[in-house]
């Protein structure tokens, strides 16, 4: 799985903010060790640093000395230091928990490793991002009842508060939606057209119902509640709009496309 295309995307996409100029490669070091996966840079005069990602169960400082054999091993092979992605399963032990630091990267902490980027993530850090937020937004809340509540406090400088506020939400959901957004274009790639715009029966209109408008609006139905489903079955619960607008646009134009090319069949075979 870590190797799809789409997963590669969101991970280079979230340490270096980028999505297009890596590559799998050979995971087998010179010494005979190897590491779970190793992301090449596609052109090493690029100056991005290689990346090598570890799944492990357990975090704990024996797994770390092994990590630093990966990471000479990357530096041998390519002559730059390496970014090291570890995805923790489980849990992290707390002599290496006690030395993480904050990091930008949703969902993970940074373990100091000299000359080298090393990231950490399991559940309990996503927790402890989620929490640390939910502390913000209460310290924000309660700073806007104390603006409130005195008698001489300004309109605008509650109003400078709000829009604070607002736009520290609107950065992390931008962060959520680009990744959201980049699993789902990778991996839910169409709605078969042959059960997008299957409508069930339409019920008899009433009278101030068009006909056709109506068999299009069971139709476009069908197709979200597909869409939808399809989402919820790789454990995404929020809904994409766009995303469902786009796909029902590339439907649409693939259903008129085949419409009219069975149309001109027809016809030739009338002649």
């Known amino acids: 799985m870590a190797r799809n295309s789409s997963v590669i995307k969101i991970i280079t996409s979230a340490l270096i903010n980028d999505?297009?100029?890596y590559n799998v490669t050979d995971s087998e070091w010179s010494n005979g060790c190897r590491s779970d996966l190793v992301l090449e840079p596609k052109s090493l005069s690029t100056g991005l640093f290689p990346i090598v990602i570890e799944f492990q169960q357990s975090v704990n400082n024996t797994f770390m000395k092994r990590v630093i054999k990966y990471a000479l091993q990357a530096y041998q092979r390519y002559q730059i230091d390496p970014i090291i992605f570890i995805i923790c399963?489980?849990?992290v032990s707390n002599d290496i928990e006690s030395l993480t630091e904050p990091s930008h990267i949703l969902g993970c902490r940074s373990y100091p490793c000299?000359?080298?980027?090393?990231l950490i993530g399991n559940q309990v850090h996503l927790v402890d991002f989620v929490k640390e937020l939910l502390n913000t937004q209460e310290k924000q809340y309660q700073h806007l009842l104390t603006f409130a509540s005195q008698q001489n406090s300004s309109q605008a400088a509650i109003q400078t508060s709000i829009q604070n506020a607002q736009?520290?939400?609107?950065e992390l959901k931008r962060k959520f939606d680009e990744l959201d957004d980049m699993a789902l274009t990778s991996t839910f790639t169409t709605v078969p057209s042959t059960t997008s715009f299957e409508a069930s029966p339409s019920p008899s209109p009433s009278?101030?119902?068009n006909v056709?408008?109506?068999t299009l609006y069971q139709k476009c139905m069908t197709f979200v509640l597909q869409f939808k489903a399809a989402r919820i079955k790789q454990g995404k619960e929020r809904m994409d709009w766009k995303s469902c607008m786009m796909m029902s646009l590339k439907n649409r134009w693939k259903m008129c496309t085949a419409t009219a090319r069975n149309q001109k069949k027809k016809k030739s075979n009338k002649k």
Do not use: I, R
Request: net charge neutral; glycine share 10%.
């Open 19 to 21: 999505t297009g100029d």
């Open 89 to 91: 399963m489980n849990s």
């Open 114 to 118: 000299p000359q080298l980027g090393c």
């Open 167 to 170: 736009a520290q939400k609107l």
């Open 207 to 209: 009278p101030s119902y």
């Open 212 to 214: 056709a408008s109506s």
